[in-house]
């Protein structure tokens, strides 16, 4: 072959099958750049090595308030737990204190202390006992109204809240608690009707009391709602609804959450009438210790 005489551009016979030409490849499939993300709604199932059942709790998203104060809410599951308005062993996750019924009945014998009460299902409150090893209790009058407030702590301490059930002297069935977390965000569990479940045979039997009210030290606030069982949607022709007990004074005692309204524009900030009057002030003008500071001499540090 001359030196003028091009060269083969394929290094050799193609044989006219096209080895000399690349592979066709399919386009692969990748995510975007950018701030997208294939991920998980953040569930985690769990198993218990004593009993052998599962759990596993679902976050909701919802739109946070002001300085990040709003409800928290999930959808926990539970395979020995019963049925619920979210299904076979689904519950909302809300706070709640409640009688404890793992080894019993509730007696609702409170002036004895019969009961355990549970904040949130999770731990047990025990009484707050004063130096006479007798339980903490103190006389409180708000808007005319005289309550008796006990104080409870959990028996793990974790929380370091101040956690009081509130009962009223003259009507006992007027039960309620309130809880002041380290971060001074108050929580009112049980202070309506609608957010207590208790036996309508006799309302001073109060299972639950449901969160109703909560609100922090810069002004905002969440107030919950809850609606009443009833019996729309039930065929009371079925067997097993036969042994339901309606009637025009009773129809449920379960309730139900509706609604959570936060957000609020006006700050809100509760105070407590204690129709107790003020100590009279002492002007700063007059104080001893102002006058002493202001005759001092000002000196440097050696």
């Known amino acids: 072959m001359g030196e003028g005489t091009p ?5 050799g016979s193609s044989g006219g099958t096209g080895e000399g030409f690349s592979a066709v490849k399919a386009p692969s499939i990748s995510l975007p750049k ?17 009993t052998g059942t599962g759990s596993m709790t679902v976050p909701i998203a919802t739109s946070p308030g002001r300085s990040g104060f709003g409800p928290q809410l999930s959808l926990s599951y539970d395979s020995g737990a019963g049925n619920g308005p979210f ?34 299902g999770a731990e047990d409150l025990v009484p707050v006992l004063n130096a006479d090893v007798r339980r903490w209790s103190v006389t409180r009058i708000v808007n005319g109204v005289t309550y008796r407030i006990h104080r409870y702590r959990p028996r793990i301490e974790g929380l ?48 639950s009391w449901l969160i109703c009210e909560s609100h922090d030290d810069k002004g905002n606030v969440m107030v919950y709602s809850y609606k009443r069982e009833n019996q729309d949607g039930v065929d009371s022709g079925k067997a097993n609804e036969r042994n339901r007990k ?29 129709n107790k009057p003020l100590p009279n002030p002492r002007s700063i003008d007059n104080d001893d210790l102002n006058a002493a500071c202001a005759q001092a001499t000002q000196c440097r540090r050696v």
Do not use: M
């Open 7 to 11: 060269k083969s551009q394929g290094g």
């Open 246 to 274: 309606w009637t025009v004074r009773y129809e449920g005692s379960n309730r139900y959450l509706k609604s959570i309204r936060y957000g609020n524009k006006t700050p809100y900030f509760p105070v407590i009438e204690t």
């Open 160 to 207: 370091f809240a101040r956690i009081e059930r509130w009962i009223n002297e003259a009507d006992p069935t007027e039960c309620f608690w309130r809880s002041i977390s380290k971060d001074n965000i108050t929580t009112w569990y049980g202070r309506s009707e609608e957010s207590r479940i208790f036996d309508p045979d006799n309302p001073n039997h109060i299972f």
């Open 87 to 120: 299904g076979l062993g689904w519950h909302l996750s809300i706070l709640s204190i409640t009688r404890k019924t793992d080894k019993g009945i509730p007696r609702y014998l409170d002036a004895e202390e019969s009961d355990v009460f549970i904040l949130s």
């Open 34 to 50: 950018g701030g997208g993300a294939i991920k998980g709604i953040g569930e985690k199932f769990t198993a218990n090595p004593v």
